[in-house]
């Protein structure tokens, strides 16, 4: 059996490489012989082009040339972290040809990230597997909508989508819940595929201590209005330098800006920090998986609720851990992770019993 995955991989975005690269570790530590489907989806190649004319209108295309240096490193970076970690379909796919790869895999699996989220995909179907002939070989793996608000015809796509489904995960409560009210049965919560990998094998990827003075790490994927005045906050409680990373190439005054870190480089800052603080779901995670003290802060636009950050909050009993308005009610404190530690477990446990029931059943398609 040869299992595709479709996901977002060819980004500059630290999460989404992490998550692509754990959740293909994951299948082959299980045996499963499975590639990343090399699919270059026209919105995120626009969105990632090195092109400032790509980039829509004169601020961000002026953003663009001042940050051409950092973006050409940070692409390079993150090649390089690809091509020596990852296995990737020797096919390159798009729009056009992505129906040939029926003849490649046996079963394909779209996830995790946010793979569903239609405006973030420019309404690329494709990522609901609509490519695929056969339905019992469309699964998904936790697959995030990424938005809690939809339009109307927006719902009524999804709904259609995914009834085709034979098997489906997604990693948001949120998600769970959006499906029970279009009626789609028998949906799977599944854990983000970077906590499938333990501490010990994200640390292979960390180089020795870079700084030697304390310092917090701040991660910045998206703007929040508190994330910049708390992390000065908890700077001078700690009496600590902040070391910030801006997935916007944002720089902050007084901060240590290093904005085109690699994949190793971003985990070995993360590791060494005294304490994180990061408006980002993965930022997150790394902290949770590294047992690091963090905050996280929240965007308060309409339509982007942060649910992704608070349903795996909630999961791992980690509310306390969101910025409130009044700093001084997010007290400094220690975070127990042998609790944390024994809901990630069951929480491997479940993903390992779906990813079963995933290849079960494998003679009844016909290629094995």
């Not at 975005?13 to 690269?21: E, K, L, S, T, V």
């Not at 950092?70 to 020596?84: G, P, T």
């Not at 640390?203 to 020795?208: G, H």
Request: with cysteine.
């Amino acid at each position: 059996m040869k299992i595709g995955i479709l996901t977002y991989h060819r980004t500059t975005n630290y999460g989404a490489i992490f998550q692509a690269y754990a959740l293909q570790q994951f299948f082959i530590s299980n045996n499963i012989d499975c590639e990343i489907i090399d699919y270059l989806n026209k919105t995120l190649k626009k969105r990632y082009s090195l092109n400032p004319l790509n980039k829509g209108n004169i601020r961000n295309m002026l953003k663009s040339i001042i940050n051409i240096g950092n973006n050409i490193a940070l692409r390079r970076k993150f090649a390089e972290f690809m091509k020596n970690n990852m296995i990737l379909s020797s096919n390159k796919y798009d729009e056009k040809n992505i129906e040939t790869s029926n003849s490649i895999y046996d079963k394909f699996v779209v996830g995790s990230d946010q793979v569903w989220n239609l405006r973030l995909s420019g309404n690329d179907i494709n990522y609901y597997l609509n490519f695929v002939e056969n339905d019992c070989n469309k699964n998904s793996y936790a697959a995030s909508f990424g938005i809690s608000q939809f339009k109307k015809e927006e719902l009524n796509e999804i709904n259609e989508l995914l009834r085709k489904f034979s098997n489906i995960s997604v990693r948001e409560k949120q998600g769970v819940d959006l499906l029970s009210k279009l009626e789609i049965e028998n949906v799977n919560q599944n854990i983000d595929p970077v906590f499938l990998l333990d501490k010990n094998k994200w640390e292979k990827f960390t180089n020795k201590r870079i700084k030697k003075e304390k310092y917090i790490f701040v991660y910045e994927i998206t703007y929040t209005p508190n994330l910049i005045d708390y992390a000065k906050y908890i700077a001078k409680k700690m009496n600590c330098d902040v070391v910030f990373v801006s997935g916007s190439n944002r720089k902050v005054k007084g901060f240590i800006n290093l904005n085109k870190l690699s994949p190793v480089e971003f985990l070995t800052y993360l590791k060494y920090s005294e304490y994180v603080v990061t408006s980002s779901f993965h930022g997150t995670a790394f902290s949770i998986i590294f047992e690091k003290n963090f905050n996280y802060d929240l965007p308060k636009r309409n339509g982007n609720t942060g649910s992704r950050l608070t349903s795996l909050a909630n999961l791992l009993n980690l509310e306390s851990r969101e910025i409130l308005p009044n700093f001084d009610e997010c007290v400094v404190r220690e975070i127990d992770y042998s609790k944390v530690k024994e809901i990630i477990k069951v929480e491997i446990e479940k993903s390992n019993s779906y990813i079963e029931k995933v290849i079960e059943k494998r003679e009844n398609n016909g290629k094995d």
